[in-house]
């Protein structure tokens, strides 16, 4: 029905970067707010930032000021900036959408696959 495919992780360096992407493909009415999470080892997941449809942004304290979320409505995408990344930034990244199916009715709450971002000291 409605499918979050991720890409772009993948082992960097400290003070390096990174760009996650992440394209909601499938048969639906109109994708809403959008997000991405990330969970390390023996942790739970946490957001790490959100869009809404209008660009209003949301970012996690450990995150503000290196990554920067965006999206394109007319391709159904939302991108992670990531700059100055850390080795505690090391964790499997998630993208999240809620997405309206049809015009009536609220959304749902779709994930993708999860693609693993490992940061080295």
């Known amino acids: 029905q409605v499918q979050l495919v991720e890409s772009g992780g993948g082992l960097v360096q400290g003070g390096g970067s990174l760009r996650l992407s992440c394209a909601a493909s499938g048969t639906f009415f109109r994708v809403d707010e959008m997000a991405w999470y990330r969970q390390a080892p023996g942790k739970q997941r946490e957001l790490v930032a959100l869009i809404t449809r209008d660009g209003s942004t949301n970012y996690a304290d450990s995150v503000k000021g290196r990554f920067t979320i965006s999206r394109v409505n007319s391709k159904n995408t939302v991108y992670l900036q990531m700059n100055s990344l850390k080795p505690e930034d090391t964790a499997v990244y998630y993208c999240?959408?809620?997405?309206?199916?049809?015009?009536?009715?609220?959304?749902?709450?779709?994930w993708g696959q999860g693609t693993q971002v490992t940061v080295s000291s």
């Open positions: 999240n959408a809620n997405v309206a199916i049809r015009w009536y009715g609220g959304p749902n709450d779709f």
